[in-house]
């Protein structure tokens, strides 16, 4: 007997990467059930190679007897939605930023911070971190085991992706459009993004930050631990698919290239790709499609005692988005869950 799913923002990419990452790892689901809203009733999304779903109205759902439902509709959404399937006894994992920083809610990568996974009985409600947060932390935790991190800088290099299916066709629009001596439209982005790099994600913040690079802090504190200071400046790039960052970690004590390369190499979801050659490293081009974090380029950074740099790379579509909810819902039906499938 398997389980009762649904996949709530079916349309987007991420719902459509977790439709095809749920039949990659073949999870033992009974029923699948593909949501969206109103403007998509009757749309049809594939689940694997040969199935197909029609797409139901989210609005008018009723969750009673849904076991799971793995959520990425936008956080307004999911803010009206989630606790609704969680108050008819499904257990929501939700990929927005609107139950992220609540203490009663877990915030979970589960090469992390598994641990966190016994207080879902709460509110039903597990939430997913940011994209650029998760694939951080994967990174960071084994290095964190070793000498205690104390304080982190990172520059991310965002792609397209990570703001939706529009911001993918404006860089596409874009670049086609400057080829073809046609004007260049923005409507996606505040500044052009075709042959540009913009450093805003999300909106601004009083201290001058923007919500993107708050959440990469908060994120990592509730997930590591409150005292790691984080500062963090992300760039939206154009790339179509997957994350990069540049990576400085401040340690409490001593840790060698040697040493932290071996303990990288040893983590779960982690590949090591770092040869001081031409091409001994891994860009999002090559990590589009994969499904583990990627680290290069690790080195001593001379400037701080006890510390490190390395170049971390991911598709924030799998790892960053759907693959880690599905990761979540494996260890959900490995333990607290195990019993409605017997």
Avoid at 53 to 80: C, E, M, Q, Y
Avoid at 289 to 313: C, H
Wanted: charge should be neutral; proline fraction near 5%; include cysteine.
């Amino acid at each position: 007997m398997g389980y009762r799913l649904a996949v709530v923002g079916a349309t987007g990419n991420v719902g459509r990467e977790m439709l095809q990452t749920l039949s990659e790892r073949n999870f033992p689901a009974d029923d699948i059930v593909a949501l969206a809203s109103a403007s998509s009733i009757g749309r049809e999304v594939s689940y694997g190679e040969d199935q197909t779903l029609k797409v139901r109205d989210l609005a008018t759902f009723d969750f009673k007897g849904i076991d799971l439902v793995l959520s990425s509709p936008g956080a307004k959404v999911s803010a009206v939605h989630a606790p609704r399937a969680a108050k008819a006894g499904a257990v929501v994992i939700d990929n927005t930023s609107h139950f992220r920083m609540e203490p009663d809610v877990p915030l979970v990568v589960p090469e992390v911070n598994p641990e966190a996974l016994a207080a879902y009985g709460k509110r039903n409600i597990i939430a997913n971190p940011n994209c650029s947060t998760i694939q951080m932390v994967v990174a960071l935790k084994p290095l964190h085991d070793l000498a205690r991190i104390k304080r982190v800088v990172v520059a991310t290099y965002q792609s397209v992706s990570g703001a939706g299916r529009e911001a993918m066709d404006e860089l596409f629009n874009q670049t086609r459009s400057i080829y073809v001596n046609d004007p260049v439209k923005k409507e996606e982005f505040t500044k052009q993004i075709a042959f540009n790099v913009i450093p805003h994600i999300d909106v601004f913040m009083e201290d001058g930050s923007t919500k993107e690079e708050w959440k990469m802090a908060a994120e990592t504190k509730k997930i590591l631990g409150r005292e790691i200071q984080v500062a963090a400046t992300c760039v939206r790039v154009p790339v179509f698919i997957g994350h990069a960052e540049a990576v400085t970690v401040e340690f409490e004590h001593a840790i060698d290239e040697k040493t932290a390369r071996d303990a990288l190499k040893g983590a779960p979801g982690i590949s090591v790709v770092d040869r001081r050659v031409d091409e001994g490293y891994v860009t999002p081009v090559e990590a589009a499609g994969e499904d583990n974090v990627y680290v290069s380029r690790i080195r001593r950074d001379p400037t701080v005692k006890n510390g490190l740099q390395m170049w971390v790379v991911a598709d924030n579509l799998r790892k960053g988005a759907a693959l880690n909810a599905v990761q979540i819902a494996e260890a959900l039906i490995r333990g607290p869950l195990k019993a409605k499938a017997a």
